[in-house]
């Protein structure tokens, strides 16, 4: 078996010229490539290569090669022959597949006992043929052109493919029937609220027609007690009037019989009176049924949304292609600032608020994307690096060796206390009272409570070189890795769930309000969107310069990113874009 090597040169080219003693010696060649040269004691007619007697007794004895027809010092060749080349006609016998445990080495062999592609080393380590049936590629290849198993292996790929495609189509239908059933639940809710307030009115009605009936009985009594008290008046009145008169006129028999009817019509009166004030009249109070808001208030949800599952099987999410609209930029550079800005962290309090960390200027500044300008700004004693929202009202800077918390009073920046950390920390990323930092020396996160007590900390190992940025929700924390070229997604506990490695330089991260996540390339001048199992991405914005770090407004379909370009004219402006 040939190998190339610095000395093949020279051996080849004594086949046509030997121009001393040692030219005429033949050596092994395989040995020759690593030293030391040792005289060719045979000759390998597949391999097409000299050997020594070591090489010439392994050759029969290695299952890759036991079966090639050798030749002994006698009848081997006298000179050196060319490389071997391969059987196969316009195909190169070198095999340039590097291995994907020895990166160092080629594929060669296949082991047919484990199904796997091979290097020596694995041959060596872990495939030895005495226990394995190993062969040599080129030795098994030479029938696969247009072979039975080249067809169904091909057929097999295309119907997978088809599949695949074919998921995805049931995926969309699904995903409709469940958006559509979403909607149907929703009517359902407003129809059920519609129900609980039309029998409501009801009760209301009921309560109000009681009220009608009691009040019509009062306003009744009352005007019977008017007219009859009218009438008694007018009586009354007319008999003192009499009376006064017969007195006046002095006719005594007269004014005796009208005073003694008037003594019995007041009698008669009296025991109206008495009728009168037996009527009883309430007043009248609500004693609301508690038992109507007792239920309410005991009923924890309005009711529940029941799930049916439309199909378990489980697809890599499809990123979506986006249009993009260039929105302008946004001037950060301030008459407090004595360097060109360098915005390395974003966190957007409301669509109209964003707050930003600028490092080269030591300062964290407040923006209104309205107005389009820095409306305060507060000046720090060390470069800030990245920011993240804690509340409404509080956010937290990484400081090299401790975060700072700042919160936002009357529209201006104040800084609060600050919380130490064992490291230089870089990325900062807050979700439900939990923080994700991110630690270059060594590589690692942590996830601290806001006391900054350390929950759990995740080593580097091989997973990490130097965590950049971070950004996390309910189920993931993604992380950029500017030396491994990642972005990689972990649980809480630390797994790893996925990672994406089309990149070139990640950098600053920020997760849309449908889970995927926008990446910053400053190497290739791209922000990319991967989906959230990080198993696909797609360019969003292209031709750019630098991008660094980037923020998403789910509301406005806004994305905004910094640069880091060296020129003041762009790096001193944040660029906004709209996608749709």
């Not at 597949?97 to 082991?111: D, N, Q, R, W």
């Not at 008694?232 to 005796?256: H, M, P």
């Not at 009208?258 to 009527?279: H, N, R």
């Not at 360097?339 to 309090?349: D, E, Q, V």
């Amino acid at each position: 078996m040939a190998v190339s090597g610095k000395k093949a040169s020279k051996q080849f080219s004594s086949s046509t010229t030997m121009a001393s003693d040692e030219d005429l010696q033949i050596y092994c060649q395989p040995c020759d490539e690593e030293g030391p040269r040792l005289p060719a004691h045979g000759y390998c007619t597949d391999c097409k290569e000299h050997l020594c007697k070591n090489c010439f007794t392994a050759h029969k004895v290695s299952r890759a090669s036991k079966h090639h027809i050798l030749q002994d010092a006698t009848n081997m060749p006298k000179v050196l022959q060319q490389p071997s080349t391969s059987i196969h006609t316009g195909q190169s016998d070198v095999l340039t597949t590097p291995c994907l445990k020895h990166s160092k080495e080629m594929i060669k062999f296949y082991c047919n006992d484990h199904t796997k592609l091979l290097c020596s080393v694995c041959v060596t380590l872990e495939h030895q043929t005495t226990s394995c049936k190993v062969d040599y590629i080129p030795d098994i290849s030479g029938d696969i052109i247009d072979s039975k198993e080249y067809q169904v292996i091909l057929n097999a790929v295309n119907t997978t493919c088809d599949k695949f495609q074919q998921k995805v189509e049931d995926v969309k239908k699904m995903t409709y029937k469940s958006n559509s059933s979403l909607k149907d639940a929703l009517a359902e809710i407003k129809k059920f609220r519609q129900e609980i307030n039309q029998r409501l009115d009801e009760l209301e009605r009921q309560a109000e027609d009681a009220a009608k009936v009691i009040e019509q009985e009062n306003n009744k009594h009352l005007k019977a007690v008017e007219t009859t008290c009218e009438d008694i008046t007018k009586s009354l009145k007319a008999s003192s009037d009499k009376i006064k008169q017969l007195n006046t006129s002095k006719q005594a028999d007269e004014l005796f019989m009208e005073l003694k009817l008037a003594e019995k019509t007041m009698k008669d009166i009296e025991k109206k009176a008495i009728e009168f004030s037996s009527y009883n009249i309430k007043e009248h109070n609500f004693k609301a049924n508690v038992a109507i808001l007792s239920n309410l208030k005991a009923e924890k949800s309005f009711g529940t949304l029941t799930q049916r599952t439309l199909n378990k099987e489980a697809l890599p999410i499809q990123i979506q292609s986006r249009q993009s609209s260039h929105e302008g930029e946004i001037c950060v550079k301030t008459s407090q600032d004595n360097k060109k800005c360098w915005i390395t962290g974003m966190s957007l309090l409301t669509p109209d608020l964003l707050i930003i960390t600028d490092i080269d200027n030591k300062a964290v500044k407040m923006v209104d994307t309205s107005s389009q300008s820095v409306f305060h700004q507060l000046q720090l004693d060390d470069w800030p690096w990245d920011i993240t929202t804690v509340t409404s009202a509080d956010l937290a800077v990484t400081i090299n060796q401790k975060i700072q918390f700042i919160s936002i009073s009357s529209n201006k920046l104040i800084k609060k206390h600050t919380v130490k950390v064992d490291g230089d920390c870089y990325g900062i990323s807050c979700y439900q009272g939990k923080f994700v930092v991110s630690f270059a020396e060594p590589a690692k996160l942590q996830i601290l409570d806001l006391n900054g007590t350390i929950q759990t900390t995740i080593d580097g190992n091989n997973i990490f070189k130097h965590p950049w940025y971070i950004t996390c929700n309910r189920s993931s924390v993604y992380v950029s890795d500017k030396d491994m070229k990642t972005v990689t997604r972990l649980n809480w506990q630390g797994d790893v769930l996925g990672s994406y490695s089309g990149m070139s330089g990640p950098r600053g991260m920020s997760l849309s309000d449908d889970g995927t996540v926008f990446v910053c390339d400053t190497e290739r001048n791209v922000i990319e969107e991967i989906s959230g199992d990080c198993s696909t991405g797609n360019v969003v914005l292209k031709n750019l310069k630098s991008p660094y770090a980037v923020c998403w407004c789910g509301e406005t379909k806004k994305l905004y990113f910094s640069g880091r370009h060296g020129y003041e004219k762009y790096d001193n402006f944040l660029h906004t874009y709209k996608l749709s």
